[in-house]
């Protein structure tokens, strides 16, 4: 029986597992990817003072400090079921049964897919996967592609494509079907796409600084698009279909008005050998549900997730979540999580001092300030959204505790 | 306040069934359901009409009828709900078995059902992938699949363009009765419906159905697990096949010890497989009462696997993708109830069809509608009648 | 065909020297570097359909490249099902995609 078991390798995953080794818990991390790093991997943008944030080498630099402090770590393993023990947790993996005192859920998010006509096709791949093709693996994901979906994910990986000598010809939006919903209306992108302007200032300033509402904004959109580095961002133009028999060969667009219907007569084939789908992220909370955790569907954080404190503590005892199963946020958001919830699991099991205790406060503290200067912002309201969730886990506990 | 002939409770198989069979009859029938269409044991169960798990008497003879049925509703309903007679292969593991299996074939076959023994060579020749050491087996012909889920909504279509109204999401709360005791109305979250005739089709869920008007329904919930293979190309078996103890772990009287490890032999399981039409395979079977809990316990999925794994070593290179459970409607005699209650006059139960809801669903709601409409109904259902619960208490 | 490595970039460097390696996708043999999983090191050699669907024939290849999607799965050394995306390769590996050739029974 060990102290924590993580499940998830990424930045919320390996931050707990440093703060609890750090106070003498026994920890072990297991990921179902070959390498830990989790989303870390790949990621790769700069920062306002044009320094490169390089997530592989961030993620090594955790994983050597996680490693030092003698936490075992396994890749290629996966977790099939849980099961609440008198003594603890039981996590079924596919390297056996494992059993520890507390559990940490680190399993982060999953791209939401979007499937258009032609999206079985090999070639087409989610924006993650190409990211991960042309980062981790050093391999292109082809050479000259096209990206369905506008938002956060689809222009920063698709600058980081370009870094690998990939071509992206443009960036559209999705056909307009039940999933897609406001992914393929340009008036709801052009708002998220406002939420960029940090990775692009000069050229998001030029179109979205002209205008005073998205709305307007949408509807004086060049047709063509405008350029961020290159890459035509095209708010007015739909991916109507991916054609290809074999694999992918192009994609058919069409012209679309401000509110997302197809303009007659204005389609044309774009030639690609790939193309990436950007659906957006949703939190990654099976294993949540599979142990019985109580459940909020909070469309800021993206989508159901499970209900916690701000101590990271799920409604379970001894289950504890961090990172983007509690909401989709940065990495830098995640990591700090993740020490929260190292610090409150070292503290259930009865080995902080004092002092320690206040460490949780401030990391508590932490997060928030991370998440108020996080250069990337995926949804509007996260920080109000959070605070009602903790609000209801409060008078949860508040209840079971009178009762 | 809308007004309806016929009020059908629950929209799984059976009162998907009975409230298209009713409006056939031209009647204006509500089918009124808490969540949405085949969202309990219809979703939640394996895909199979079978004659070869029932004792002889009136379960075969009734299940038999029901069996021909589909091949009319294939026909008759728009919807596909992939139906095909496949048949179906019971295999027997030890010769102790297959002397049961032997009797139990003479009976169903002096019945007139179509149905023999296979020897172990035949077993392979039908199936090439089982385990070669294997006593024996029964062939019927008649066993049937199809798809559950569909089914129900091959019948609520249909029904929708006979005038069949449905009131999903609809949570009935409470039946309301005049000073006469008779029906009056539905009472539901989300409004209340007119009407002197109820059918209780709520499955496991009918017992509360039956408390709104002080009736007691021993229906208790018998949970199942499956296990569902990945897709694959190999024909791992070409229709279902179940090891003969299937039949003996349904009965309790039944008495008879396989030579099973503690695991199988405490989670009640044995091994059934069949083919879909989405090339995955479902794995099974097992029987407990565990109230309404319907996770997948993993002990219960490695006792399923192990069992599987005697009989079709194949499986060892397959992955189990997912599991799910659900309950079927269990009563202690193992008939279902098709009748009146005579107590409470136009409250009907078409319910505790155990793990025959699917197989028994056309011949239930075409019996419901000739008991509503008056006519003699195709069997001799005394057997099946409320009645023989003493115990009931009207109020 | 232009090379699909990335070996020079901008900010991550060039990629290092990694140990050749030959892994067999239906029977053919392609050169892998230890690091790579299946599917990156068969798109770096060009093949993109890892199977065919089991009821449509269609061809299917990587979609989301970290284990969720369950769409590149492929038969590793003749039995067991696995995701090509989780597999890092090893000289000798024999890889089959799932789909059996037309014509050939089991």
């Not at chain 1, 079921?81 to 680190?106: F, H, K, N, Q």
């Not at chain 1, 006509?117 to 391999?139: E, K």
């Not at chain 2, 409230?19 to 009124?32: E, N, P, T």
């Not at chain 3, 460097?13 to 030959?22: D, L, W």
């Amino acid at each position: 029986m060990i102290d924590l078991l993580i499940v998830g390798a990424g930045p919320a995953g390996l931050r707990a597992a440093i703060a609890a080794a750090e106070n003498g818990l026994h920890v072990s991390i297991i990921d179902e990817f070959v390498k830990p790093g989790g989303r870390l991997l790949g990621q790769l943008h700069e920062e306002p003072d044009g320094s490169w944030v390089n997530g592989v080498e961030e993620a090594e630099r955790m994983y050597h400090r996680a490693i030092q402090l003698g936490v075992e770590i396994s890749t290629g393993v996966s977790v099939y079921d849980l099961a609440e023990t008198p003594a603890g947790w039981s996590i079924y993996t596919t390297d056996g049964v494992r059993e520890s005192r507390c559990l940490l859920l680190a399993t982060g998010a999953s791209e939401t897919p979007i499937p258009i006509p032609g999206w079985t096709l090999p070639g087409v791949m989610s924006i993650g996967a190409a990211q991960v093709m042309g980062n981790v693996h050093r391999v292109k994901p082809g050479h000259k592609g096209v990206v369905i979906g506008v938002n956060v994910l689809s222009v920063a990986i698709a600058r980081e494509m370009q870094l690998c000598g990939v071509t992206v010809d443009r960036i559209v939006l999705p056909a307009h079907n039940l999933i897609s919903a406001d992914a393929s209306n340009p008036e709801k992108m052009m708002e998220s796409l406002l939420r960029l302007s940090h990775l692009a200032p000069s050229s998001l300033m030029k179109i979205g600084g002209k205008f005073v509402s998205p709305k307007l904004a949408a509807r004086f959109y060049p047709r063509n698009g405008f350029k961020i580095w290159g890459i035509p961002i095209q708010l007015r133009k739909t991916a109507l279909e991916i054609i290809g028999e074999e694999q992918v060969r192009g994609v058919r667009i069409a012209a679309i008005s401000a509110t997302g219907s197809v303009i007659p007569g204005t389609e044309e084939i774009v030639d690609a050998d790939f193309v990436c789908i950007a659906g957006g992220l949703t939190p990654m909370a099976e294993l949540a549900a599979v142990a019985g955790c109580r459940f909020h569907y909070v469309p800021q954080l993206g989508g159901h997730v499970p209900l916690h404190n701000e101590r990271m503590q799920t409604t379970l005892k001894g289950l504890y979540v961090a990172g983007n199963i509690t909401g989709v946020e940065s990495a830098k958001v995640a990591g700090a999580q993740g020490r929260v919830a190292g610090l409150s699991i070292a503290d259930e099991l009865g080995v902080l001092s004092a002092a320690g205790k206040e460490k949780i406060k401030e990391a508590v503290d932490q997060t928030v300030h991370t998440r108020k200067h996080a250069l990337i912002q995926f949804n509007q309201g996260i920080e109000e959204a959070r605070h009602a969730l903790y609000t209801e886990f409060q008078q949860l506990t508040d209840k079971k505790i009178s009762v | 306040m809308e007004s309806f002939d016929v009020i059908v409770i629950g929209a799984g198989v059976i009162g998907s069934s009975v409230a298209y069979h009713l409006v056939k009859k031209g009647l204006d029938v509500a089918l009124i359901e808490k969540g949405g269409i085949a969202a309990g044991t219809s979703s939640r169960c394996d895909a199979v009409a079978l004659i070869c798990d029932k004792k002889p008497g009136i379960d075969t003879e009734i299940g038999y009828a029901s069996i021909q049925l589909f091949k009319q509703l294939a026909q008759e309903l728009s919807v596909d709900f992939e139906f095909s007679s496949r048949g179906s292969l019971y295999v027997c593991e030890t010769e102790r078995e297959l002397e049961i299996a032997q009797g139990y074939v003479a009976d169903q076959v002096r019945d007139g059902y179509d149905m023999r023994m296979v020897d172990p060579h035949e077993l392979l020749d039908i199936e090439p992938y089982l385990a070669p050491d294997l006593a024996g087996g029964i062939w019927t012909e008649a066993d049937s699949s199809m798809n559950p889920y569909k089914l129900c909504y091959a019948f609520v279509e249909e029904g929708k363009k006979l005038g069949l109204k449905v009131f999903d999401y609809h949570a009935v709360s409470e039946i309301q009765r005049d000073v006469q005791g008779k029906i009056e109305r539905v009472v539901t979250d989300r409004g209340t419906f007119k009407t002197r005739k109820i059918v209780n089709c709520a499955g496991v869920w009918s017992p509360k159905i039956a408390g709104m008007v002080g009736i007691e329904i021993p229906i208790v919930p018998r949970k199942g697990i499956v296990l569902i293979t990945e897709k694959t190309s190999k024909q791992i078996t070409r229709q279902k096949v179940h090891e003969f103890g299937y039949m003996l772990s349904k009965f309790e009287d039944i008495h008879f010890k396989r030579n099973v490890s503690e695991l199988v032999e405490k989670h009640n399981v044995a091994f059934t497989i069949e083919p879909t039409d989405a090339h995955n395979f479902l794995v099974g079977g097992h029987r407990a009462f565990k109230g309404f809990d319907i996770r997948s316990e993993i002990d219960v999925m490695q006792a399923i696997a192990e069992r599987a794994l005697r009989f079709l070593p194949v499986l060892r290179d397959l992955n189990c993708i997912r599991a799910y459970a659900g309950v079927r409607p269990w009563v202690p005699d193992h008939l279902p109830i098709v009748s009146e209650v005579e107590e409470v006059p136009g409250f009907f139960i078409a319910s505790g069809h155990e793990g025959d809801g699917i197989s028994m669903s056309p011949i239930t709601g075409k019996m419901v509608a000739q008991l509503i409409t008056g006519e003699p109904t195709d069997f001799n259902i005394d057997k099946l009648n409320f009645s023989r619960y003493k115990k009931s208490n009207a109020v | 065909m232009k090379s699909m490595r990335v070996q020079e970039h901008p900010i991550l460097g060039n990629s290092e020297k990694k140990e050749a390696v030959t892994i067999y996708f239906d029977g053919k043999p392609y050169t892998a570097y230890t690091g790579d999983t299946v599917a990156s090191a068969l798109l770096a050699s060009g093949v993109r359909t890892l199977r065919k669907h089991e009821e449509t024939a269609s061809p299917r290849g990587i979609y989301c490249n970290i284990g969720h999607c369950f769409e590149c799965r492929v038969q590793l050394n003749g039995s067991e099902t696995v995701r090509a995306c989780l597999t890092t390769v090893a000289d000798g590996m024999y890889v089959t995609s799932l789909t059996l050739p037309k014509g050939a029974s089991i």
